[in-house]
DNA sequence: AGGGTACTTTGACCGAAATCAAATGGAAAC
DNA sequence: GTTTCCATTTGATTTCGGTCAAAGTACCCT
């Protein structure tokens, strides 16, 4: 695939920072700039990307499957902070430390841009810096969102608010339509389920069970989810019905 | 004052954006224009500088005065998400409507800019996207900085969070040494700190009782606070004691 | 000084989620 | 087939923080 072809307005999952972050007003010279400091890397499941304080010269956006922004207490209580999906970004231009542990949650590919020259890149190259604002004005709107689940939320409405998420990003990715049932694996453990709502996993367990028998949800297998109403979940969540949320 | 005698490194109390997004790199015309598009509210304590989902026609920045960002389920729970302080920004531009209630947590002045302008600026003023960017991802950080405490830490732990974080901000503006005991006035109620903890407002006050009990705090009064030893309170916090907290 | 109001503290009790513990299920390895 | 390993479920019990209720305190306003 040749870089024109790549340049156009429709869905580049190869690469989603060139789509997402450049694409829409970038000269051709750029994508090349862009190219040539741009590489891959893979990571099986449960493999640590970077460590949290570790120093990071790159930045990279999630080609294929999921990573997780994870804290740490010295005692071994750990909070998920971050989600990230294919075509999130992630990074800290213009800082040197991570900031989090990044750990790949499911087996992972991101492709990643040499930090010093995409530095570079955006000094000359203005609107890389305005769409990276927008991406993580996005990222602290659904941080602060999140803060409300898990300081507000019940544990019930909290496996709810995932599971919407979860169902809702599914399903702008298969982009079907937003009626009837939606159907998709859960790509996190019960215990990943719980670092990210700040529960136990029994609790995750337990609250899943419970949602089941209230036929809010269909478990095909433990994995395996049918949300036969998304109105009755985002009921559940504790969201009034429009829901804005993004991860 | 004029416009140049403002326009050096030194602290701008007056308008904070102009010397955290602009100063350091602007040129006097672009002064003016911010000029030009600039305006001052302000607010009594208790008020709504405006409500989630209205349209925004403004950014701008604390000037003196806490804002606080909340979050508010139909039920009435409410989760405070994000903490302004004098120089902290507010709005998103791009955005046509708020994501979350303003409240100004105590007498509030803001300095406003009208958003289409500042928009326009941003457009042929490339660093103005790139400042806004630094402090967004300091935004985003404390958020999930925020997640870990709402997430993980017990009431205790929140408490020792919150006095921890509102004494660096304290003790950082008035530039004082980090030796020595560290005095402030809470600008907070227990309510609003129990919004900001995810606890309720009976807790808060048991624990910050129980923290006096401990002489990890002193209260000469209920608002007015004294921390003999901040690496203590960073232990009660469950912090490490680097501490790398920003609000 | 008195009285009102808003903020704060304290107490008694309760319940949701954590903790501790054991059993079940399912897939890969032998 | 069966053994092993891990994820998950389920059960029993405990505990932390919430809820409900009542005082206590400080400040403002005539």
Redesign the interface.
Known sequence: MTLKAQFDHTNCAECPIRHRAVCAHCEKDELEELESIKYYRSFEAGQTVIWSGDPMNFVGSVVSGIAS?T?T???G???M??LLLPSDFVG????ENA??DVVATTDLVMCCFRKKPFEEL??TT?HI??R???M??D???A??????V???KTAREKIASLLSIIARRDASLHSSGTVGPIVFDLPLTREAMADY??LTLETVSRQISALKKDKVILLESKRHVTIPDMGRLMEEA?D?SDG?FLV
Chains 1, 2 share one sequence.
């Open positions: 922004l804290q207490m010295e005692d209580r750990t909070q902070v971050g800290r231009p213009g800082r900031p989090y955006m000094v203005p810096a305005q990276l604002l927008q993580t004005l990222e602290l709107d941080a602060r969102e999140w803060m409300l898990l300081g507000r709502l700040g504790g009034d804005g």
